[in-house]
């Protein structure tokens, strides 16, 4: 018997154990559970996300203004070919620069992803491009602002950066703390314990994005989801203008060969731009260069004779809309949500949506799109299938189920063909009222004369002063042009996402508006109208049917990640 009781206590029932150590497992990772979320609403409560940004520019009347893309489609043979507008339109107006340069752009790196594109070493290009203009104008200010991504938030050093400020030119980080929280299960903590011991060179894991090793503290960053999305360049042209370019393409080596979008105009939106910057700058806490662009801009408005360039008065846009001129409004953050809503809504029977969108989550403006379908309105949605990022496999969200989404409410979708590069544009047009432009087979009157028309390239006077009043236009029902037909176009960096479109990333983008006979309208129609129809022989998009996925479970993954902010996009 004593044999019996020592056996058993020198050998106990595993099975008991296990459920005792369950039985306090359990409550440890609840309880620890229960207080990281108390940990969170106490450091939110301490330590509250900054404010909202968005910006709402007026509407002007454009002086210039051009449209800018870039293509990829295959052959017959399924080889890829490439024709680019973006990046020459960016080097050509630093070249033409003499006293002043400000961009904001989002990637600026050479990283590549296990499937290296090699179309273009944009990064470098755009390095050489700045040190070569401010050698030959050395008095010029060139300000960069860019991303911390392109450091790995403090973790690698960017030979790009250190080349330009070697050189003079002032490059600026944004301060991304300073935004509001995309990720605020995880923002409030980091806010609080990990940020305030900033970052190191160590190389304890692989870089993320590329080549090189970064820090833990590189990752901990990561995970708050918050960038400077901009990309745009402000540049003076031969001293007696001012150009503004408002794109959604990078400086980046590995987005080289990505289909794009872009404007370029001159006229007193431009000053709206830099009205965003100098915000951004003042959030950096980046007081050299917003002092600098202070010191630019007055020297500017000084050297000019302002009877040579008077300025809209408040309403001269509608006369000038009515006329043909199209007008531009730059847009931030949240105001480029408010557009897109406010034109969605103003479309009925007779009107048309053509959307071309990297990424397609935001609930509101899927809403708004299909309720426009519901009225009558014809929405056509070009889609990138979300299935690769620099040579890494995703699996399509959000993009397959939200168009699954939309074909099951009557619309039409077609997926952008791509081999590795991402159908990367950001764009939408509606067309308000009797347009023979809305339909799928329109032929602009520029393909029907076997010429590409473009706006005039003469250059405006210089941009003196600000209007006194400066209180923005909104498309309304009550607008004389929408009874006359126009069309409403919105483009530049934000994807159609809660995090692009909420005052969590910082975004750019412009709203165009034209009359219906407008000839920059005929380009932008076209640019859509051939990739959507698939003209010339070149193949630029895939029926709805080769990528479709309503599985419930990709449903899931979407709502969940574009709820909560755990996602990239």
Not at 515 to 524: K, N, P, R, S
């Amino acid at each position: 018997m004593a044999d019996s009781k020592t056996w058993r206590r020198l050998h106990p029932r595993k099975g008991n154990d296990g459920k005792r150590r369950g039985g306090v497992l359990r409550p440890l990772l609840w309880g620890s559970a229960l207080l990281y979320i108390c940990l969170t609403a106490i450091v939110r409560a301490l330590v509250p996300p900054p404010q909202a940004i968005g910006l709402q520019g007026a509407q002007y009347n454009a002086e210039f203004l051009r449209f800018h893309h870039d293509d990829s489609w295959l052959d017959e043979f399924g080889n890829r070919h490439l024709s680019q507008e973006l990046f020459d339109e960016v080097f050509t107006m630093i070249g033409q620069a003499e006293t002043f340069i400000l961009l904001d752009m989002f990637l600026f790196n050479a990283w590549q992803g296990p499937v290296p594109e090699s179309h273009r070493a944009l990064s470098t290009e755009l390095t050489d491009a700045l040190i070569a203009q401010k050698k030959r104008y050395p008095s010029m200010r060139i300000i960069l602002i860019t991303d911390p991504i392109n450091t790995v938030y403090g973790g690698l050093r960017s030979p790009h950066i250190e080349n330009l400020r070697n050189a003079q030119i002032n490059v600026v980080l944004t301060d991304l703390s300073r935004l509001q929280d995309s990720n605020p299960a995880w923002s409030g903590f980091w806010r609080l314990a990990i940020s305030p011991f900033g970052n190191s060179e160590s190389q304890l894991l692989p870089n993320p994005f590329g080549q090189g090793r970064v820090s833990l503290r590189s990752y901990l960053a990561l995970f708050n989801f918050k960038a400077n999305h901009r990309k745009l360049l402000v540049a003076d042209h031969a001293g007696e203008t001012l150009h503004a370019y408002v794109g959604s393409a990078n400086p980046h080596d590995g987005s080289s060969a990505h289909r794009n979008v872009g404007v370029s105009f001159s006229g007193p939106a431009v000053l709206d731009l830099l009205d965003g910057e100098r915000e951004l700058l003042k959030m950096s806490s980046a007081d050299s260069a917003w002092r600098t662009l202070d010191e630019w801009q007055a020297e500017w408005f000084r050297s000019g004779e302002p009877e040579s360039n008077p300025m809209p008065a408040a309403g001269a846009g509608e006369a000038a809309i009515l006329a043909g001129s199209p007008r531009v409004q730059v847009l931030s953050e949240s105001r480029i949500h408010d557009a897109v809503l406010a034109a969605l809504e103003q479309a009925g029977s007779g009107d048309a949506i053509a959307l071309a969108m990297f990424y397609l989550s935001d609930r509101q403006i899927i809403q708004s799109l299909k309720a426009a379908s519901s009225r009558g309105a014809s929405v056509r949605v070009m889609l990138d299938v979300n299935t690769d990022a620099f040579g890494r496999q995703k699996n399509g969200v959000p993009n397959r189920p939200v168009a699954a989404e939309l074909v099951s409410a009557g619309m039409q979708v077609r997926w952008c063909a791509t081999t590795g590069e991402q159908c990367h544009a950001k764009w939408l047009h509606v067309s308000l009222g009797s347009d023979p432009g809305s339909a799928p087979d329109f032929v602009p009157a520029s393909r029907r004369a076997s010429t590409r028309a473009r706006p005039s390239t003469s250059m405006p006077a210089k941009l003196l002063a600000k209007p006194a009043e400066r209180t923005p236009a909104s498309i309304r029902d009550d607008d004389p042009a929408r009874a006359a037909g126009e069309h409403v176009f919105v483009l530049g960096s934000a994807n159609f996402t809660r995090r692009n479109l909420l005052d969590l990333n910082m975004e750019t983008s412009v709203l165009i508006r034209t009359a219906h006979d407008d000839v920059l309208a005929d380009e932008m129609i076209e640019f859509f109208d051939d990739q959507w129809n698939n003209r010339d022989g070149r193949i630029y998009t895939r029926d709805y049917a080769e990528h479709a996925d309503d599985s419930l479970l990709l449903t899931l993954q979407y709502r969940l990640m574009e709820w909560s902010g755990l996602s990239t996009f």
